[in-house]
């Protein structure tokens, strides 16, 4: 899609594919792109974008699952390099080899989603290979025990390309069913210490791989999950977590607090502190019925996208909000074709301890890959697609 500011909403996209493997459900080149209770599967990517640094893309309460094209370079989402990329209440899981989350954003926020690989086979649940102000709050995060990278998160592990790398992670729950690894890897030669405070980490594993990290109040271990075994990472009455986490503070002038929990499926509610926070991504007695950044509860109407959510400051979550900070001309060292990626840069998705410290790209297409998608994103876009001006 060409087109700038465009909201597509309550539509599923599946079957996705081209000869050059770079299918997508949506294949972003415009500016600003908001997704609303959207299901992607079995594409060969879900949304795959372009390098437009004046876009901001939001992508909310919507579904992920088995994208990928097989080959390491495609994946459930892979957000080029634009200005802003918010991702909230959404439910990504088995992309098949590829990442569940892939943005080179120079701002990202990964807010209160379930990344859940569960027993499939993909890479990285989180990897954000450039680096870039980042906030990574409120998430369920689970890796596999037959993922091809060690890592859960990654960060920067690429490249520093973009200008500023700051990650803030807090009140996530992390469980790696793997039986080893690095639930936060980071490069080795970032500046910033990487700040991580009130999360559950529980499986084997190393915390963080930089020496200089923030730990403030983590819980490393198991808390008393409801039912670990089947996804569900609540915390049940007595929970050794409960009432341990800290003042979240703040990351770069906005609040770390854990306002929202993921709601399955694929949605992201207020979440209510009981006495003291809870860590991880679950409070204890917390659930509520109103929607994430609304103040009505969830059968009033509407989705809950009118106000300013705290933690991201995107007013109403619109496509053509976001911040203001400045972005960067696209393209990755002069091989990134618009919304097919970069040319193999990361080196694919396979690999362990010694080897994934690169992560997975996307293959650059015939300059028409796109032009064979047209007829299905034709149809999408006259029955579905709404346009904002």
């Not at 919507?62 to 802003?84: P, Q």
């Not at 700040?195 to 490393?220: E, M, W």
């Not at 502190?273 to 109407?301: K, S």
């Amino acid at each position: 899609m060409q087109g700038n500011d465009t909201t597509i909403e309550d539509v599923e996209l599946s079957g996705c594919k081209v000869v050059d493997k770079n299918g997508a459900g949506i294949r972003q080149e415009g500016r600003n792109l908001t997704v609303r209770r959207v299901y992607f599967h079995d594409n060969e990517n879900g949304i795959l974008t372009g390098a437009n640094a004046d876009s901001t893309i939001v992508v909310e309460d919507s579904e992920f699952g088995n994208n990928g094209a097989g080959d390491g370079y495609s994946h459930n989402m892979y957000i080029g390099e634009i200005k802003s990329f918010t991702l909230r209440g959404s439910y990504s899981h088995h992309a098949k080899v590829g990442h569940l989350v892939k943005s080179r954003a120079l701002r990202n926020h990964i807010l209160f989603n379930r990344l859940t690989d569960e027993n499939g086979n993909a890479s990285y649940e989180i990897d954000l290979p450039q680096g870039g102000p980042s906030w990574i709050i409120g998430n369920v995060v689970q890796q596999s025990a037959s993922t091809s990278n060690s890592g859960l998160v990654s960060y920067a592990r690429e490249s520093k390309r973009n200008p500023e790398s700051a990650l803030w992670v807090v009140n996530n729950t992390f469980f790696n069913s793997r039986g080893a690894g690095t639930f936060v890897a980071v490069a080795s030669d970032l500046g910033t210490p990487v700040l991580l405070r009130n999360n559950v980490f529980a499986g084997p594993g190393t915390v963080c791989d930089q020496a200089s990290a923030i730990k403030d109040s983590n819980f490393v271990g198991d808390p008393g999950f409801v039912n670990a075994a089947a996804w569900d990472f609540h915390l049940k009455s007595g929970a050794t977590a409960e009432g341990k986490g800290a003042p979240p503070g703040t990351g770069g002038s906005e609040p770390l607090d854990p306002i929202c929990q993921y709601v399955h499926p694929a949605r992201a509610m207020t979440r209510k502190t009981v006495g003291t926070l809870d860590q991880g991504a679950f409070e204890l007695g917390g659930e509520t019925t109103i929607p994430c950044g609304a103040t009505e509860p969830a059968d009033a109407g509407g989705t809950g996208d009118a106000g300013v959510d705290a933690a991201t400051g995107d007013a109403g979550l619109d496509a053509g909000s976001g911040d203001d900070s400045g972005g960067l001309p696209g393209g990755d060292a002069g091989a990134d074709g618009g919304a097919s990626g970069d040319a193999g840069a990361d080196g694919g998705a396979s690999g362990d301890a010694a080897t994934d410290d690169g992560g997975c790209s996307c293959r650059v297409g015939d300059s028409d890959g796109g032009a064979r998608a047209l007829p299905f994103l034709a149809l999408v876009a006259a029955l579905w697609m709404r346009r904002r001006r």
